[in-house]
C-alpha cells in the first residue's frame, strides 16, 4: 500500500510482524526493515517491558530512536469520561501523533507487532490514523495461529476442511455455534476467557478435539490437553486448537468408549442445504460417533473422519431407532438424521416410542430441533402461517384416509390455515385431488394456495395458485402445500413479486 505522503520529506512507515515468539522466525524482510529504520516503535506495559522488543532487540543497530508506546492500565475500571475504551482511543490517537512528528520530520519508522500485523494486532490502530497520511508498507509476519500447529504438530486442515479462527472474548452461546459450525478452529485471546472457552467447547461436542498451546515458539512455551490445563494457570498468550481430522491417528480405527454413557441425539437438518442447519445441529452433527437415517439425509451431512455413517430405507423407522439406541447402549454417540423438524412427522417420535421400552430405558435420547419444511416454504411465500394454522400428513401409509379426510374437514371449518404434508407419492396418486374437493366445501374457489416444491434445493419453486385450480399432476412428494384461511391475502407488491400472507388480528376483534 503506498498512498500519497504528506510532502515528499516524509519517512516512510512500516508495520513489522515479528512472528510469535521465536526471534529466528522473523522474516528476512522483516529483519531488513528494523535494521534500517530510524525510529522503532513498539507496544509496552506500564512496568516497561514489551514482549515485541524482546523478540526484535537482536536485530537493533543501537543508534535508532526507541519509542515505547504504554498501554493506559488494563482494569476494569478507569476515570476516563469515555470508559475504557476512550482511554483506548486516546492512546492511540497519542502515539499516532508522536510518531507523525517523526514521519513529518523525514525519519523512517518501524512499528512492531507480534505475530502478524493484520492479525488481530495492535498495530491496526494506528494504520487506519497513519496509512492515508504516509507511505506505508506492512511486512507480514508468522502468526500464532500457524505457529500453534507448528507446536502441536498437527495440520490445522486438510482437503475440504474449514478453518475458523476465533476470538475467546466473544459471549459464549456465540462461541459454542461458531465452533461446532466448523471443522477445524484456532481461538485466541484466552486468559480470562478459559473458562467461558471451555465451557463452549464442551457445548459444542469439542472439548476432547481441543489442544491447548501457551506461548508458541517462546523458550517457555506449554502444550497439552485443553481438557486437562488449570484455568488459573492460563495468560493472555494461548490459545485453543481444533487441528484437522484428517489422518488423525484417533481418527482411523474408532472404538466405542464403554467408559462413558452412550447417547441419541435425533437431529433436525432443516429442508434442504447447509445454510438451514442451527449451530445446536451442527454441533450435535460435530459430536456424534455414529450417524443413523434414511440415506439422502445421511448424504447430506459432511464426511467427517473417524465418523461411522450407517443408512438405510426410508420405511425402516422402528428398526432404524433400535439400532441407534443399541449404539448408544453399547457407550457410542448417535445422531440420527431428519429432514426439516425430527419431531414433525418424522423420526424423534419414532425413537422416543422404542426408547420408552423397558430395555432401552436408560440411554440418554434428547431432540435437536430443524427448521420444519412448513416454515420454509411460508417464508419463501411471505407469511401464510401469521394466524392459527394446522399441521396435517395427507399419506394414509400410517393411518387410514377416512382419519385424514375428518382433520381436514375439521381444521377447514375452524377457518384455519393448513400445512400439508407428504401430499403425494408414486403409490398415492389421488389424495391431491380429494383434498381439493373436500376443502372446497368450506373454502372459496380464489383461496391462496402456496405449491412448495424442493424448497432450498436446486429445483425449488414457489408458485401460488387459487384452490379451485390446484392441479394434483403437479404435486409429487417433494412438495408441501400451504392453503389460507378466508382472511389469508395473496398481493402483488410493486417490484412485481407476489406474497402471501395472514393477518394476525380476526375480523370483529379491536386493535
Known sequence: ???????????????????????????????????????????????????????????????????????????????????????????????????????????????????????????????????????????????????????????????????TVIPGTLPEDELAARISSTDSAVILKLGRTFATVRRALERAGRLDDALYVERATMADERTERLRDVDPASVPYFSLAVLPSKVGAPEAQAPVADTSCQGYVAVVGLGPAGPEWLTPEA??????????????????????????????????????????????????????????????????ASAVLEVACEPRYSGVPVRVVPGITAAHAAAARAGAPLGHDYATISLSDRLKPWEVVAERLAAAASADLVLALYNPSSKSRTWQVGKTRDLLLEHRAPDTPVIVARDVGGPEESITVVRLSDLDPEVVDMRTLLIVGSSQTQAVTRADGRQVVWTPRRYPGRPD
Open 282 to 347: 451442527r454441533a450435535a452433527l460435530a459430536g456424534a460417533d455414529d450417524l443413523v437415517g434414511y440415506t439422502t439425509y445421511v448424504n447430506r451431512v459432511p464426511m467427517r473422519p473417524g465418523q461411522r455413517r450407517h443408512d438405510s430405507d426410508n420405511k425402516v423407522e422402528s428398526e432404524r431407532a433400535e439400532f441407534a439406541l443399541d449404539l448408544a447402549r453399547r457407550g457410542r454417540r448417535v445422531a440420527v438424521v431428519s429432514s426439516g423438524d425430527p419431531g414433525v412427522f418424522a423420526m
Open 1 to 163: 500500500m503506498t498512498p500519497s505522503r504528506t510532502s515528499s520529506t516524509s519517512g516512510r512507515l512500516y508495520g513489522v510482524g515479528l512472528g510469535p515468539g521465536d526471534p529466528s522466525l522473523l522474516t528476512v524482510r522483516a529483519v531488513e526493515v528494523i535494521k534500517a529504520v530510524d525510529v522503532l516503535a513498539f507496544h509496552s506495559a506500564r512496568h516497561g517491558r514489551s514482549i515485541a522488543r524482546s523478540i526484535a532487540s537482536g536485530y537493533f543497530r543501537g543508534d535508532q530512536v526507541e519509542e515505547a508506546l504504554v498501554y493506559p492500565l488494563t482494569t476494569e475500571t478507569t476515570d476516563h469520561p469515555g470508559g475504557y475504551r476512550g482511554a483506548l482511543d486516546d492512546f492511540y490517537g497519542e502515539a499516532a501523533d508522536r510518531l507523525a512528528a517523526h514521519l513529518d520530520a523525514g525519519r523512517d519508522v518501524a512499528i512492531l507487532s507480534e505475530g502478524d500485523p493484520f492479525v488481530y494486532s495492535s498495530y491496526q490502530h494506528l494504520h487506519k490514523r497513519l496509512a492515508h497520511r504516509y507511505d506505508t508498507q506492512v511486512v507480514p509476519g508468522v502468526s500464532s495461529v500457524s505457529a500453534s500447529a507448528s507446536s502441536l504438530g498437527r495440520p490445522l486442515v486438510e482437503a475440504d476442511e474449514v478453518l
